[in-house]
């Protein structure tokens, strides 16, 4: 059964850290472009961050550079994102996704992709 099952949601303060972890199952993410999503309540779903599974190339959003820090382990078939200095503009269901016809970039910007995983909450106290 192919799945992605993500994990490491939770309650933070403002400028705490989180990560989040992004597992494949069914199906190995060589070749794949990996991406991290998020959508906040009344608001559309975002692209967040970005990574090529085979060569690490990576992508981030303009309102998570310098913060967040995606990468992977190709032993785990994993994918994480480190997210330090949260913000409660950071609140939001995070998912991961991944697709073989985007690109890095395409991934993120057209939020477009074939598998989803189910999400997991980010709710960030001020």
């Known amino acids: 059964q192919v799945q992605l099952v993500e994990s490491g949601g939770g309650l933070v303060q403002a400028g705490g850290s989180l990560r989040l972890s992004c597992a494949a199952s069914?199906?190995?993410?060589?070749?794949?472009?990996i991406g991290w999503f998020r959508q906040a309540p009344g608001k559309e779903r975002e692209g967040v961050s970005c990574?090529?599974?085979?060569?690490?190339?990576?992508y981030y959003a303009d309102s998570v550079k310098d913060r967040f820090t995606i990468s992977r382990d190709n032993a785990k078939n994993t994918v994480y994102l480190q997210m330090n200095s949260l913000t409660p503009e950071d609140t939001a269901v995070y998912y991961c996704?991944?697709?073989?016809?985007?690109?890095?970039?395409?991934?993120?910007?057209?939020?477009?992709?074939?598998?989803w995983g189910q999400g997991t909450q980010v709710t960030v106290s001020s």
């Open positions: 069914g199906f190995t993410l060589d070749y794949y472009a």
């Open positions: 996704a991944a697709d073989r016809t985007w690109t890095v970039q395409g991934l993120c910007v057209m939020n477009e992709a074939h598998h």
């Open positions: 990574i090529s599974f085979s060569d690490g190339d990576t």
